[in-house]
């Protein structure tokens, strides 16, 4: 299975961007599919999640701004962010596993397919 992120860019505070994981190989139907980033000097941390029934989860920094949704006809996972800050800055990074159970959702080791990453850069 292969991801492959795009979309980043560069963008000024509060403005919009919307990210695509193509899949290859599957569809988003089982398991789980997530974003996480990781921003300069840091460690990568959890961003979203769906799982196979369509439930969403958000890390608190992101939540009420960005929407992850997932159209299975175009095996494609995506991120809307709206209204971002500097510190959105960071590459982001799609994953999937079919495997994934609810405690896990916000673990990186829960996911075995990971896409190559897409940087955002939000100035100020």
């Known amino acids: 299975v292969q991801l492959q992120a795009s979309g980043g860019g560069s963008v000024q505070a509060g403005g919009s961007l919307k990210l695509s994981c193509a899949a290859s190989g599957r569809t988003f139907t089982r398991g789980a599919a997530a974003w996480f980033r990781q921003a300069p000097g840091k460690e990568r941390e959890f961003v979203a999640a769906i799982k196979w029934s369509g439930h969403t989860y958000y890390a608190d920094s992101v939540k009420g701004r960005f929407t992850i949704s997932r159209d299975n006809a175009k095996k494609t996972l995506y991120l809307q962010m709206n209204s971002l800050k500097p510190e959105d800055t960071a590459v982001y990074y799609c994953?999937?596993?079919?495997?994934?159970?609810?405690?896990?959702?916000?673990?990186?080791?829960?996911?075995?397919?990971w896409g190559q990453g897409t940087l955002v850069t939000v100035s100020s």
């Open positions: 994953a999937a596993d079919e495997g994934v159970i609810q405690s896990g959702l916000r673990l990186m080791r829960s996911y075995d397919d």
